[in-house]
């Protein structure tokens, strides 16, 4: 393998200036050479999406290790993947297992990895990733907090990092075509989009359980409250045969935001992306929260009624619980193009997304003219989006990849701008925030205190940052 870019690396990393990249090497490969992958983060969407979607791509990569804070989870892993790898006829095959996510990006033999953790773990991780010179996917919501995506969108940018997020909706055929149409016209002027994004319901239990003992939790509250009480259903379940349910951090503050960046992650994109906007200039609304009566431990929205500003006010997305999942875009004259996954799921566990009786179907129009023609998938979604970034990695090229880095942060910082708004609207029958997207703040210090990285003790972008020369507020500068 030509190692240039990593060669380069570990001779500048450690320098006392911050680096600076551009146009810097990238991995390349022979034609015959595969890339070798890490996954970090073995839970629900590692096993049922990343992982078998590497194992199907045998003829350009293979996976060399695992990395999970719960040991069950990276046996569990090993075993299900030395037997996939054996099973093709690569005898004694093994993949190396590890607790520690810093040890799998120092091996210089790991030439990508696909981060698959809960979300406000993912700007520690990937910062890290990026600066080891790794290429990198990193599940959606890109990151929790605004800062921590702005900090990941420059190191991508500074280290010619090849990136995926996983909106899988961008390799998708008809939100693709959905998408292409309303940028290139076909229904006029966008005057309104409107935006379904599900529903989650209450649920978790607060009281305390006892810590498996081959789950390091101490570890997994990483830079948030240390003291909270262990429950399973505030991580995940332990229960390996269940591995692909939903777990409970993803509906419960400060480790998941909700819907609003669950599934607002992957149809907020797409109508940023149909807008070809980088962001919005506002927001108002109001939302319900989860009842926690009874011992319930579940925290975040549940109804939730959204109005972001677009294009000085001309154009409303609106983001509706009482719409169908999915996204609608309707022109000034009337005309409308929809785009859903219809009933569709990544995973079993998955919010049911069924085609009711009056609703629409994955692609519609409001005329049969302006409907978009799409050519059929030769495969699910899911496994374009790999391919791509695989294709991406192989090809050195960080232009390749359909949601970069950039793309990853403007869209899941009009999901936290939401959260943000919703947060400080508590008890209020509305709430609005006004939104600078070139500067990245909103003018209100109590809303711009709320987009800070996550930090506590060790686990700070900071001291991440500083064991690769970095410092975190030159690399904000961009």
């Known amino acids: ?282 927001v108002s609304g109001t939302c319900e929260w989860m009842d926690l009566s009874g011992g319930k431990l579940w925290n975040v929205h549940t109804t939730y009624d959204l109005h972001y500003s677009f294009n000085g006010g001309s154009t409303d997305v609106h983001v509706c619980n009482k719409y169908q999942n999915g996204v609608k875009f309707v022109g000034e004259n009337g005309d409308w193009l929809f785009c859903t996954r219809g009933a569709v799921k990544v995973t079993e566990s998955d919010p049911d997304v069924p085609v009711r009786p009056g609703q629409l179907p994955a692609m519609a129009a409001s005329r049969k003219d302006i409907l978009p023609k799409i050519a059929r998938m030769d495969a699910p979604a899911t496994q374009k989006h790999v391919d791509n970034w695989l294709e991406a990695v192989k090809a050195g090229d960080p232009e390749k990849t359909v949601t970069n880095a950039l793309g990853g942060h403007l869209s899941t910082a009009m999901c936290s701008l939401g959260q943000m708004c919703m947060e400080l609207g508590r008890g209020k029958k509305s709430f609005s925030l006004k939104w600078d997207p070139a500067r990245e703040t909103t003018g209100d210090a109590a809303a711009d205190a709320l987009m800070k990285p996550f930090a506590r003790d060790k686990f700070d972008l900071r001291v991440n940052l500083k064991e690769f020369g970095l410092d975190f507020d030159e690399v904000m500068k961009g």
């Open 1 to 282: 393998m030509n190692v240039n870019r990593r060669g380069f690396l570990k001779g500048a990393a450690f320098a006392s200036a911050p680096l600076v990249l551009p146009g810097c090497a990238a991995l390349t490969f022979s034609s015959n050479e595969k890339i070798r992958v890490a996954v970090i983060g073995l839970g629900r969407i590692a096993s049922s999406f990343e992982m078998p979607g590497v194992l199907r791509r045998m003829d350009i990569a293979r996976i060399v290790a695992v990395c999970d804070l719960d040991s069950r989870r990276v046996d569990f892993a090993k075993q299900k993947l030395e037997k996939a790898y054996r099973a093709k006829g690569f005898a004694g095959y093994t993949v190396d297992a590890y607790h520690d996510y810093k040890e799998v990006c120092a091996r210089k033999d790991v030439d990508a990895v696909m981060l698959c953790l809960p979300d406000f773990w993912h700007a520690l991780v990937a910062s890290t990733a990026i600066c080891a010179g790794k290429a990198v996917w990193l599940q959606k919501p890109f990151t929790q907090t605004i800062r921590e995506g702005r900090l990941l969108a420059n190191l991508a940018k500074r280290y010619g990092t090849v990136m995926q997020v996983g909106s899988q909706q961008r390799s998708w055929s008809q939100f693709d075509g959905v998408c292409n149409a309303v940028r290139n016209g076909a229904i006029g002027k966008v005057k309104r989009v409107e935006v379904g994004i599900g529903l989650d319901k209450a649920g978790g239990v607060a009281a305390a359980e006892p810590v498996p003992k081959t789950f390091d939790y101490a570890t997994w509250l990483g830079p948030t409250d240390p003291t909270v009480p262990y429950n399973w259903t505030r991580c995940h379940t332990q229960d390996l045969k269940r591995i692909e349910d939903r777990p409970g951090w993803i509906q419960l503050a400060p480790y998941g935001w909700g819907m609003i960046t669950n599934w607002g992650a992957h149809h907020l994109d797409i109508a940023r992306w149909g807008l070809g906007a980088v962001g919005p200039e506002g």
